[in-house]
Every structure is written in C-alpha cells, then in structure tokens.
C-alpha cells in the first residue's frame, strides 16, 4: 500500500427507510457528486458506500442531508462484492434476514424522530394489565 | 465520545443510533472486519480461526459448544473494552452472527459482571414506543460525558 | 456440480466453514444455502413445529422447509451443529428426518468440533455426491464378467474376485503396506479362481487406501465404502430391494447406513473413541490372552450383566476389564461385558443420528464376533441377518459396481 492512499478501508451500509421518498440512485449520485475518493454501490435498499474512514464518514452526514430521519447506516465488515459474503456464490446469509426486519422497523423510528423534532412526548408506557382474580374467576364461571 | 457496546452487536439501528448521538458503537461489524482484512488468514468466509476458538476460553470452558466460544471470543475483546452499552431486549431479529440463544444470554451477563453502565431498551412496536427508545438512548448517553 | 444444500449452527464461528466447502469441492461438490426472506422464517417454524430459541436454528428450519417444498434446488443435504450442544442436536436430528419424509434427497449429519477438518468430512461428502452422481451405476444388482473388488481398511485388506454374479476368490489379511498388503490378498484370491491379474476386466477400490490403490491397480472404480459396502451388504444379504439398515462396527470407526433399494439415503459414521469399535474388542481380547476370533463365541457364553464395563473410552474400558478380572469375574462374563459396552455405544452414539430400518444387516470384520452379532440383536430388541461372507462386503462391493463399467 502506498503512503498516499489510506490505510484502512471502510464499507458502509446505507438503508432507506420504507417511509422515505429518497431512492438508491439518488443516494449514490450524491455519494459521487461529493467528487472525492469513493466507491458507491446501489442496492435494492440503499447503497454501499467504500473509502477510507473519514471520506466514509463525511459521505454519510451528506447523504443522511437528503432526509435526516430517514436513511441510516452501519459499518460493514466485508468489502463490497467481496467473493466470502457474495449471494451469487452461495445464496442469502444470514444477516440478510437481519437487514431485512430492521428494515421494516425504520418507518417506526422515522416517525418517532419526526415527532421528537416537532416537540411531541412520548406518551409514557402503557402498563401491562394484570386481571384481578375475581374478574378472571367471573369470566370463568361464565364461559364454563 | 465514549466506546458504546451494542446489542444485538450486528444491529443497524442500533450502530445508527449511538453514532447520531456523537458516540462509538463498538459492533461485530468492526471486529470481524480486523479478521476479514487480515491477508495471512484465509479461513473464510470470516477468518475466525481455531486460536481464535481456542481463545473463547476465557470466556468459556471446554464442554461449551465451539460456536459459542468463537463467538465469545469475537465480541468478548469489545465487552472489556467499552464504557457502556445498550442492550435491545425482544427484537425480533437476531440472525447471522447472533444466531445462537446461549451467546446472546452470556453476552449480557458479561455486560452485567463488567458493573459499565447498561441501557435495556425494549424492541419498539410502534412509533410511541421508538419515541421512548430514542428519548432514553438521548438521555442515557448525554449522562455518560 | 453437486449442490449440497448446507443447514447449520455455528460453523462459521467454529472455524470449519471453510473446512466444510474445502472437502465438498475436492469430491465435486459445492455448498450452497437455500435463499430464504425474513419473513419465511416465522412461518416455516410454526409450519415445522418446533421453536428453537436460537435464531440460527430457526433458520434451518426455514431452509429445510424451502427445500421440502421444492422451492429451492439441491442433490444432496448437509445437516452440521456444534457438538455438545442440546438444543442443536435435537433440530438437527429432526430436520433430519423432515427432510428424508418430504424429500428423496440424501442426507447427513454431522456434530463437529472446532478441530475437525475436512479430511474427516471427505468420506461423507464423495458419498452424498456418488449417491447423486452415480444413480444409474448404483442401481446395479448383478456382477457381470470378471471383476475384483479390494477393500483398503484400518485394520485389514481384503481383496475378492467375481465372475458371473458369483464368488470365485476371495482373501483377506491385516493391514500394512497399503499396496503390499492388496496385492498379497489379490494374487490368493486369484490363484483361487484361477486366473491372472491381466485376466480381470475391471478392478474397484475403496477404504482408507482407496486412492492409492486405484492408481497402482488402474482401477475402473475408486469409491467410498459408505456407498459400495451398502451395495455389497445388500448384494451379500440378497435383500437388494426394499429398505435395510446396514451396521458396520469397523475398527477405526462404525458406520451405520440406511439404504432403499440398496441406495443409501442417511448414514452416519465416526464414533467418539476407540471406545465403541472393533478396536476396543481387540484390545479386550489381547489382555484375555486369546485370539479376537475367540473372542465372540467366550462371550456367548457369559451374562453381560456379571461384569459391569462402559467403553465409553476405550482407556476407561480396559480400566474396568482389568477391574472385573482383579475381582475374579469370569472370563466368559467379561468377554460379554466388553460386547455388550461396543454394542450399546453403538447404539447410543451411531443409531440415534438415523431412523433403523428392518432389517438390520450387521456387516464388516466384527460381524464374525458371534458374542458382539448378539449384544447388538439385544440392545436393539432385534437379531441382526449376517451374510456369509459378511467381512468382504466393501470387496464384493467393489466388484459388483466396477462391472458396471464394462461394455
């Protein structure tokens, strides 16, 4: 490795809430227009993004700009199109089914930093009911 | 900026969460990735290796299936090195890398022994239930500067 | 390319996944995962029946539903969990027998270790890709001309000739070089049949030393014995159709094999230790100073029950031998013991990875152990069928499949 290329990579995972209006493509022109060091990949939820780890960082503050509360990220430990983690190779693994339900739970926390913006409160926890004895023995008299 | 442990360790949301918040999340993302990179090893897919194995020991005793101590041994480093973890109970999603019951329990327990503080969050069901997550996850981490 | 769908728990993080598609690839294999969404996972389990806390194995269950119901394609299956883990083992067991009432593809499984490397996986491997690979040539039931077979194993080689579907020389002796010792026992039992060695149309090989036979020999087939002693087993038996359990207590390690129509479709192979082999019985029989040969009809003669032995490990069973016989116990009793302890291990470590099959063909060396034939018929509640000939079952495997290849 030269000395002017960096030493460590990063692969970034982007995702898309289901509630946000932002595509993959848009997510990668904007990833390229940022004209600096970076590789960005669309998928089918959002991007892959791959560079050294402060050009990745700055990239994701740009793109989360495209809608603060509705597109997130992580790390990822495999280069993009690494052959070990590719599903052409072997079929789905299984963070795929990871991914694929904390997709589903975006919207909810969308909507919840939506609402934490416009000044909402949480609403406190609902208490989780215990029947009294007596209620519960009247509805068995009942039914039985 | 404090070293956050997360639970489930592969989770989006939480790696997203703890990073909007100004903190380090301290993933397996990361810690497989020292081993993914490592040319000398070629163990794939994840280059978790028998010394490796070996080394979940620590954590471990032999008559403890080997999956659970390379595992351990993958996440273990990170336990000892954080200042503080959140721990979301109940989601629904857990595979890959947290496919096994019996890591995930002795991940928490480890968390526990360690005495670092530990946020328990509930898997949110709704939008008013996020609102809790987040609004705690906020306070949480602002009480750790 | 085989592919041989792979349903499993902790590979990845045992460090024997690449030890898994290392041996798949070397026999023609390639493992492969049946796609499955996030979604099909909660249906499958509650389709499937059993709730496994652990995520992983819920994900099993999920792919072995894809492949039941035909939505995902694979030749072969691959059952594999971390050894000594409970909840595991009783997923894998049972997707095992899932997979063998919804599908006709042949399965395995396999507890693993983070030790296990993919030299103890071959053997099981090149069998799931034979089953696959060689149908037509496994539905074979005659001999035809003039074929040898030779048998490569831990303890003994054994080499026999066929001519015509029948048996016209066979010889076996202990095990040493592997070539010298094949081509001692192949030069008696052709001097038996009365021809040479450029008479044979086609030789097969199998066991341990399968390869390096094949090449000395020129052989037309090199085979695992999981696959050619089931077609000898059944061939030596005459139970060529139907179904058929085949017990094969070896002396490195035991296999048992459930077959269709000679075909296997589920076998399991290894053992923990020496403990539950042929090995141990050998060992037995050194320290009672008589032949192994002896060592089955002294046996028939005593009660097990007089010499409590566990040959769990065969160091703690010698341990208990040397125990009984301090306390005088009979010869007989204790010679008993020791089939008894092989038979139960047997049963308790090979028989419970397959759904047993009437009925049971009880093959290999140790088959002429009457003492042990006997302790297996009792711990099974069932006495097992004992070809003549039980001992050169991979030999007359061998002979029986390689004719196959003559024009």
Aim: glycine content about 8%; some cysteine.
């Amino acid at each position: 490795m030269s000395e002017n290329k960096p030493r460590m990579r990063e692969t970034r995972l982007v995702m898309i809430s289901p509630a946000s209006n932002v595509t993959p493509d848009l997510l990668v022109r904007t990833a390229h227009a940022l004209g600096r060091e970076l590789s960005a990949k669309e998928t089918c939820y959002g991007c892959l993004l791959e560079g050294d780890p402060a050009t990745v960082a700055e990239a994701r503050d740009e793109l989360r700009k495209l809608d603060p509360h509705g597109i997130y990220s992580k790390r990822r430990a495999y280069p993009a199109g690494d052959p070990r983690r590719c599903r052409a190779q072997h079929g789905t693994r299984p963070g795929y089914a990871q991914l694929e339900s904390e997709w589903k739970l975006l919207a909810n926390l969308q909507n919840a930093m939506d609402a934490i913006d416009l000044g909402e409160k949480a609403p406190p926890e609902p208490q989780k009911k215990i029947l009294p004895v007596r209620e519960f023995k009247e509805i068995y008299e009942v039914n039985l | 900026m404090k070293k956050i442990f997360i639970d489930p360790p592969n989770s989006m949301i939480l790696f997203d969460i703890v990073e909007r918040l100004g903190h380090e999340p301290l993933s397996t993302m990361a810690a497989l990735q020292e081993r993914v990179d490592n040319l000398e090893i070629d163990m794939p897919p994840m280059n978790v290796t028998l010394d490796d194995v070996i080394s979940g020991l620590k954590y471990a005793g032999i008559e403890v299936p080997s999956g659970i101590r390379g595992r351990l041994a993958t996440w273990g480093p990170h336990i000892d090195e954080a200042d503080a973890a959140i721990v979301m109970a109940e989601a629904p999603y857990s595979f890959g890398c947290v496919g096994c019951e019996r890591s995930n329990e002795m991940v928490k327990y480890l968390l526990r022994r360690r005495g670092i503080p530990v946020l328990w969050v509930e898997y949110p069901g709704d939008k008013e239930a996020a609102m809790r997550m987040l609004e705690k996850t906020k306070e949480f981490l602002g009480g750790l500067e | 390319m085989i592919k041989i769908a792979q349903l499993s728990c902790g590979t990845e993080y045992s460090s024997v996944q690449s030890e898994i598609e290392k041996a798949a690839f070397s026999v023609g294999g390639k493992m492969v995962y049946p796609d499955v969404g996030a979604d099909d996972i909660d249906a499958a389990v509650k389709e499937f029946g059993f709730n496994p806390r652990s995520p992983q194995l819920k994900l099993m269950i999920a792919r072995a539903v894809q492949l039941a119901k035909g939505v995902y394609d694979a030749d072969a299956v691959f059952i594999a969990t971390c050894f000594r883990c409970a909840e595991a083992a009783l997923v894998r067991n049972e997707l095992r027998r899932y997979i063998q009432e919804h599908t006709k593809l042949p399965v395995v499984t396999y507890s693993f270790t983070e030790r296990m490397k993919s030299a103890q996986l071959l053997t099981r491997m090149e069998a799931l890709v034979t089953i696959v690979s060689r149908k037509e040539l496994l539905a074979r039931e005659r001999q035809t001309g003039l074929t040898a077979g030779l048998d490569s194993g831990s303890s003994t080689t054994k080499a026999l000739v066929m001519k015509d579907n029948k048996i016209i020389g066979k010889a076996w002796m202990p095990s040493y070089d592997v070539v010298e010792s094949a081509t001692t026992v192949l030069n008696q039992a052709l001097e038996q049949a009365g021809y040479k060695l450029k008479d044979l149309e086609a030789i097969g090989t199998t066991g341990y030393g399968r390869f390096t036979l094949g090449r000395h020999f020129d052989a037309k087939l090199v085979q695992e014995e999981l696959t050619v002693n089931s077609k000898g087993a059944v061939w030596l038996a005459d139970r060529q159709k139907g179904e058929a359990t085949i017990l094969d207590i070896g002396g490195m390690d035991n296999k048992a094999i459930t077959v269709r129509d000679g075909v296997p479709d589920n076998f399991t192979m290894g053992g923990v230790c020496a403990g539950a082999s042929g090995r141990f019985l050998e060992m037995t029989a050194n320290r009672l100073k008589i032949d192994v040969t002896e060592l089955g009809k002294l046996a028939e003669k005593g009660d097990w029950r007089n010499a409590k032995m566990n040959s769990y490990c065969s160091i703690f069973g010698i341990q208990d031998l040397v125990t009984s016989l301090g306390e005088g116990k009979a010869f007989e009793d204790v010679a008993a013991a020791a089939c008894h302890s092989v038979a139960e291990q047997v049963y308790e470590q090979q028989l419970q990875e397959i759904d047993i099959r009437r009925p049971i063909i009880q093959v290999g060396g140790t088959s002429l152990i009457s003492g042990l034939v006997k302790e297996v018929g009792s711990v099974l509640g069932e006495m097992p069928i004992v070809p003549p000939d039980s001992q050169y079952i991979g030999a007359v495997g061998g002979a029986l499949l390689s004719s196959g290849f003559l024009m």
